[in-house]
């Protein structure tokens, strides 16, 4: 009697990604974009500055310009000879006299401090006449030099690199691009990416009400999620909804997907049970990786190729899938962006609590962080309980075999800097 086939070892998290950004390599198109629409888009061309950034001496303060030399002493009282709003250029400074100024306006020749009004006493005033001046104004503290001044040049040069290729822009990105002028930014396209569901148990919310469930049926929630995931990340989704489990069925559907997408993503039917027909319908068509992941929840994933599109399969259970997503299938699809950053940060935590559970793979324990600085563990980690995901706010990246005290530190990876 032949002896069963041995099953391959559990292949590593970090291997698993290791391979799909190797099959990830940047090939989108580049597109101009408004820099108000560029959110989130991967920058495809350095943005280089052709001016600097303040350009001239501003003032930080509405206040008073001066004279170190005539205004160093509290008590001081100078003439007011001028007045600079933000958008005008004064004059230079004479000596004994000080210059109303505003945020944002420039500096003028020999001042070399500005006092904030919150700092200063008028004495007496003027008739806003520049011939008679503006009248006087008393100096309350000792100033220093360059004081409230914003120096030529301190936050961008002229021919800096102010954002540069591979990064994905933020708003404060965007700020910074039309701080130095830029109107358009060249980004890479967006991925066009389809979702299909798998499984004659789904149904959709609305078809079915929760009393007239048939015995098995359950509510396709990977869809709901699956899609907002895609739509943060930029991407063009086409939505094919729930395929029969059924081998033609399935072959049609990825046939049809694999002619306009840049990647397909199915949620279930990768595991190795007679209704899961990913397999057999992508090996028709294309090929197919199956990796059994050492990582807890997400264990089954699949990666393929269909002609030019890429493919991945997720497992169906729906945290599994959630977080599938997020440690793999999101940094390919940003890599595939030319993306230079794609791998989530984490962060030195405290458990407040005991995990004396080691297990053989890495596991991601839903947590959230409380008031005392520490993390909290969702009671039920099962692969099912889609509530984690939502009392959670990250999770606790524990290596194989570790167990861990209360007190001691973990690796926490906030899914702010997954979601986004």
Not at 158 to 171: C, K
Not at 321 to 336: A, E, G
Not at 349 to 363: L, N, Q, T, V
Request: hydrophobic share 45%; with cysteine.
């Amino acid at each position: 009697m032949a002896e069963p086939a041995k099953r391959p070892p559990l292949m590593p998290l970090d291997e698993a990604l290791a391979r799909l950004l190797e099959a990830a390599r940047p090939v989108m198109p580049f597109e101009s974009v408004s820099t108000f629409e560029a959110d989130g888009r991967v920058l495809a061309q350095d943005v280089v500055s052709g001016l600097t950034v303040p350009p001239r001496d501003n003032s930080s303060m509405d206040g008073y310009a001066i004279r170190i030399a005539d205004g160093s002493a509290p008590g001081s009282v100078l003439r007011v000879a001028q007045r600079i709003p933000a958008g005008s250029v004064g004059v230079p400074l004479a000596a004994g006299t000080a210059a109303r100024i505003f945020t944002g306006a420039t500096i003028p020749e020999g001042a070399d401090a500005v006092v904030m009004q919150e700092d200063t006493t008028p004495v007496a005033s003027g008739d806003l006449d520049e011939s008679q001046g503006f009248g006087t104004v008393r100096i309350d503290i000792s100033p220093s030099a360059g004081q409230w001044i914003r120096r030529a040049g301190e936050d961008v040069k002229a021919g800096d690199v102010v954002l540069s290729r591979g990064e994905r822009l933020t708003p404060a990105a965007l700020g910074l691009a039309a701080s130095v002028g830029c109107d358009r930014l060249q980004v890479a396209r967006r991925p066009r990416v389809t979702l299909l569901s798998t499984g004659d148990e789904l149904v959709m919310p609305g078809e079915v009400a929760p009393e007239a469930m048939k015995p098995g049926s359950i509510y396709n929630s990977n869809r709901f999620f699956m899609r907002a995931l895609l739509m943060r990340l930029g991407c063009d989704v086409r939505d094919m909804g729930i395929v029969p489990d059924r081998r033609e069925a399935t072959i049609d559907a990825l046939r049809e997907a694999a002619e306009t997408s840049d990647l397909i993503i199915t949620t279930g039917g990768v595991s190795v049970g007679e209704e899961d027909h990913i397999k057999a319908a992508v090996q028709a068509l294309g090929q197919l990786d199956l990796w059994s992941l050492s990582m807890k929840p997400g264990k089954p994933f699949a990666y393929g190729r269909i002609g030019e599109a890429h493919l991945t399969g997720l497992p169906g259970n729906p945290v599994s899938s959630f977080l599938t997503f997020l440690l793999l299938v999101r940094p390919f699809l940003l890599t595939l962006q030319g993306a230079t950053r794609v791998s989530p940060v984490a962060v030195p935590m405290r458990a407040d609590f005991d995990w004396p559970r080691a297990d053989r793979r890495r596991e991601f324990l839903r947590a959230r962080r409380n008031d005392h600085g520490g993390l909290d563990l969702f009671a039920n980690q099962s692969s099912g309980v889609l509530t984690s995901m939502v009392w959670g706010d990250g999770v606790i990246d524990t290596p194989a075999g570790q167990a861990f005290k209360a007190g001691d530190q973990v690796s926490f990876i906030p899914f702010a800097s997954l979601l986004g």
